[in-house]
């Protein structure tokens, strides 16, 4: 089998992994907190999400946070450098994207209201 690997491999990489920062790491997280610290009413409709903010509060949330996103970085590479498998390669930053800016979206939105 053809070991996957091409110049522009790491490049794409790169941003896709930009990207999912950005959305799911970066929007998604500074949204969730602005909307839970802004009405003490709302609570996270995730209930896994939920439940570490309940155990651990912010930190808790991070770190779920931290793991997800760890564990996609992981299948990513294992994707790329074990089953060579370039589907599976993209699909965990992008995953993490989409549903980064979707949360995102849908936090800003509900901040508006």
Do not use: H, Q
């Amino acid at each position: 089998m053809k070991r996957f690997s091409y110049p522009e491999a790491d490049l794409d990489f790169t941003w896709l992994w930009i990207f999912a920062t950005l959305g799911y790491g970066v929007g998604d997280m500074i949204t969730t907190l602005a909307l839970i610290g802004y009405n003490p009413l709302v609570r996270e409709g995730n209930a896994i999400v939920r439940w570490l903010f309940d155990m651990w509060g912010i930190p808790g949330f991070v770190a779920g946070k931290l793991l997800v996103f760890g564990a996609c970085f992981a299948i990513s590479l294992y994707a790329l450098e074990v089953w060579e498998d370039r589907w599976l390669y993209y699909f965990p930053p992008l995953l993490l994207t989409v549903v980064g800016g979707f949360t995102t979206g849908y936090n800003i939105v509900l901040l508006s209201a």
